[in-house]
C-alpha cells in the first residue's frame, strides 16, 4: 500500500520482556517520527529520524528505549525489559524533509504489558 | 518551551451545530499549526493545516486560521454532521534555524467530538 505500516498491530507482552516494534514509511519520505499515545500523556513525541540518523533522542523516556533505521526506510522501534507504564499506542509518522510537510501516521502498535 | 493548550472536552453538540474547539500555542522558533483527527477505531489524519500567520487552512468544511497576534488555531465548522464524531487534535511542528530542523509534532490533549442526530 501507500500509507505507512506497522507490525505488529497488537502486542502482548510480560513485563520484563524486550520487544520490537517495526514501521515501513512512505516510499520516498526522508524524515520519520516515533510517537506514543497514552491516557495519561497523551500524544508524546520519542525519537525523529532523518535519513538514518536521529538527532533529537530526547524524547525516548528511559534508556530502556532505542532506535534505529536501515537504508533510510524501515525503523525499529526497540524496549527492553518492558513495564506496565510502557502500555500504550506506539505510532509511526513520515514526511518529506521539509518545513511545514504533513506527517502521515500509520494504524499504530498497542503495546499491553501484563 | 513549545505547548499546546486546547479546549478540554468531551463536546456533544446536536446535527448541523456550530462547532468551535479552541487552540492555543506557545513556541519559538517557526511554527506551522494542524489539526489532525482520530475517527473512532482508526489512525491519525491530517484534517487541515497552516504555516505562517494568517494563512487559513480548510478542508470537509472544516477551517481554522493561524492568529499570530493570538496565538491561536481554533477549529470551526459551520454546520456537523454525525460522521464528524472524533478526538480532534491541535498540533504545533516547529522549525529552528541551527543545523538540523526537526519539525516534530507537540500535540494538544485533544478534544472528543460527539455529535448527536
Known amino acids: 500500500g501507500a500509507g505507512v505500516s506497522q507490525s505488529p498491530s497488537n502486542k502482548v507482552t510480560e513485563k520484563g520482556k524486550d520487544v520490537e516494534l517495526r514501521c515501513d514509511p512512505i516510499?520516498?519520505?526522508?524524515?520519520l517520527y516515533w510517537y506514543r499515545q497514552s491516557l495519561g500523556q497523551g500524544l508524546e513525541f520519542l525519537i525523529y529520524f532523518q535519513g538514518n540518523s536521529a538527532p533529537d533522542k530526547s524524547g525516548l523516556p528511559s534508556d530502556r528505549f532505542s532506535a534505529e533505521r536501515t537504508g533510510g526506510s524501515v525503523s525499529t522501534l526497540t524496549i527492553q525489559r518492558t513495564q506496565q507504564e510502557d502500555s500504550a499506542v506506539y505510532l509511526c509518522?513520515?514526511?518529506?524533509?521539509?518545513?511545514?510537510?504533513?506527517?502521515?501516521f500509520g494504524p499504530g502498535t498497542r503495546l499491553l504489558v501484563l | 518551551g513549545n505547548s499546546v493548550t486546547q479546549m478540554e472536552g468531551p463536546v456533544t453538540l446536536s446535527e448541523e451545530a456550530f462547532l468551535t474547539i479552541n487552540c492555543t500555542y506557545t513556541a519559538t522558533g517557526y511554527p506551522s499549526l494542524f489539526w489532525y483527527v482520530q475517527y473512532p477505531g482508526e489512525g491519525l489524519q491530517l484534517l487541515l493545516k497552516a504555516t505562517k500567520a494568517d494563512d487559513k487552512g480548510s478542508n470537509k468544511g472544516f477551517e481554522a486560521t493561524y492568529r499570530k497576534e493570538t496565538t491561536s488555531f481554533h477549529l470551526e465548522k459551520g454546520s456537523v454532521q454525525v460522521s464528524d464524531s472524533a478526538v480532534y487534535f491541535c498540533a504545533l511542528a516547529v522549525w529552528m534555524n541551527y543545523g538540523g530542523s526537526q519539525g516534530n509534532l507537540i500535540f494538544g490533549k485533544g478534544t472528543k467530538l460527539s455529535v448527536k442526530p
Open positions: 509518522a513520515s514526511s518529506l524533509h521539509d518545513r511545514g510537510k504533513t506527517q502521515y
Open positions: 516510499s520516498g519520505h526522508t524524515a
